[in-house]
């Protein structure tokens, strides 16, 4: 299907041509065909009129938990370990394929709705999400998130679950949809497994030229206790063990040190700073200003909806963009262009996904933002706007991989419904009676 958007300001996000007012852009297919000032020769099977909106890179939710919209706002009030202890892990051990799916798709809504093209989850029951991201017609890299809480001389690939699991997701599913569905190799975290495990995960990346996902001290406790147990940080030891051969991304990063920081600007590592769920859940603030100089690349990420409560990515960029201003007193901390490139074309760049700019070639991931709404009037600064006053409801279409998914409240492959009565009926019961 060929598509052309006409007579809209174009946040492309390209460094050639950064802002387009009275924009034509065609897209062909899966891509982008022509991003311009003048109309592109040719016939098209839907014309979309732009006034009054703004066109710009789908976003990248960098890290997340999709399926655990289940719990939204679930033992709130506790810091992480309590968090996860008390209330989380109970929760997750009652559910099923089938309320997964339901959480899933119910996250789905949300992001989408809110602008979101791209995932990165962590999860069980991973191919299940998968499933339902593919009905979406979103991007995600998915992975399970591997455990190993036994004794490290007892580790075995053959008898661990996560590494079967991670070996069955990524036979089924990576390349799925012509690469809709990438999986990562992926480890929970340094302090919920042990180093047989980094090990075979690092070479499970190699072997099979995956991408890797991991938790990286998102607290101080986790932090100091992997230097207590290994005089290392969790990143420095997971290198030890190759873990970040391939690069990867590492969700957090609330404490890690200086050194840290030029380990993951040689390894490539992406630091996915989550400011709303660290700040709820009491964990610190990322040094995400430090990261910068220290040329570290930096995305965003809701973290899962249980601890967020949202899914809501304008609702990051904002916070990214605000709370570091306010934390060094320093307005230009991180400026909006910073955090708008956090949500899109950083994102992109850690996934090795052709996304996250609006530019001839690139993927059509693109959503638009009313810009009539009051909230977004007037307009002296396009990214000042995006940043500071817009909110998810304000996104009026999702386009991804070129197919319109979302426009004007309704959705074009899911039935919101359906979800609706599956968490409702099935899910929230089977979890909390």
């Known amino acids: 299907m060929s598509v052309l958007f006409q007579h809209v300001t174009a946040l492309t996000m390209d460094p050639a041509q950064p802002l387009l007012k009275d924009a034509y852009v065609a897209v062909e297919g899966t891509a982008?065909?022509?991003?311009g000032t003048t109309r592109p020769q040719g016939e098209f099977d839907r014309v979309v009129d732009g006034k009054g909106q703004v066109l710009m890179p789908g976003l990248i939710n960098c890290h997340t938990h999709v399926p655990m919209t289940l719990m939204r706002g679930y033992g709130g009030g506790h810091d992480l370990?309590?968090?996860?202890?008390?209330?989380?892990?109970?929760?997750?051990?009652?559910l099923d394929q089938r309320a997964v799916a339901a959480g899933a798709a119910l996250g789905?809504?949300?992001?989408?709705?809110?602008?979101?093209?791209?995932?990165?989850?962590?999860?069980?029951?991973?191919?299940?999400?998968?499933?339902?991201?593919?009905?979406?017609?979103i991007s995600a890299n998915l992975s399970c998130g591997g455990l190993y809480f036994g004794d490290p001389k007892d580790f075995s690939p053959d008898q661990c679950t996560d590494c079967r699991n991670q070996e069955e997701l990524m036979q089924q599913w990576?390349?799925?949809?012509?690469?809709?569905?990438?999986?990562?190799?992926?480890?929970h975290g340094e302090y919920t497994s042990s180093a047989p495990l980094w090990q075979w995960t690092a070479d499970f990346a190699q072997k099979n030229k995956l991408g890797m996902h991991v938790h990286i001290s998102e607290t101080k406790l986790e932090h100091e206790q992997s230097l207590q147990r290994h005089g290392k940080t969790p990143l420095a030891i997971l290198d030890q063990y190759g873990v970040w051969e391939r690069g990867g991304t590492a969700a957090h990063c609330?404490?890690?040190s200086d050194e840290d920081m030029d380990l993951m600007a040689r390894k490539h590592?992406?630091?996915?700073?989550?400011?709303?769920?660290?700040?709820?859940l009491g964990s610190g603030v990322a040094r995400v200003p430090k990261m910068l100089q220290a040329g570290v690349n930096v995305a965003l990420g809701t973290d899962g909806v249980s601890s967020n409560n949202s899914a809501d990515l304008f609702e990051e960029i904002k916070l990214a963009a605000m709370l570091h201003k306010g934390v060094s007193r320093d307005p230009m901390a991180v400026t909006a262009h910073q955090a708008l490139e956090m949500a899109t074309v950083n994102a992109a760049r850690a996934l090795g996904r052709n996304t996250g700019v609006v530019a001839p070639g690139k993927v059509a991931d693109l959503i638009l933002v009313d810009f009539n709404r009051p909230n977004l009037i007037p307009c002296h600064d396009v990214e000042e706007n995006l940043v500071f006053a817009a909110r998810g409801g304000d996104v009026s279409m999702n386009m991804a991989r070129g197919k319109i998914i979302y426009e004007k409240g309704e959705f074009f492959t899911l039935d919101v419904e359906k979800i609706r009565s599956e968490v409702e009926d099935y899910a929230l019961p089977l979890i909390f009676g």
């Open 269 to 280: 590592v992406t630091a996915v700073h989550n400011p709303v769920s660290n700040l709820k």
């Open 32 to 35: 982008i065909a022509s991003v």
């Open 254 to 256: 609330v404490w890690v």
């Open 81 to 94: 370990q309590h968090w996860l202890s008390d209330y989380i892990f109970p929760a997750e051990a009652k």
């Open 108 to 137: 789905l809504a949300e992001m989408i709705a809110t602008g979101t093209t791209c995932i990165v989850d962590m999860y069980m029951k991973t191919g299940t999400i998968a499933q339902q991201v593919m009905d979406a017609g």
């Open 174 to 187: 990576h390349g799925a949809g012509e690469g809709q569905i990438l999986v990562d190799a992926s480890i």
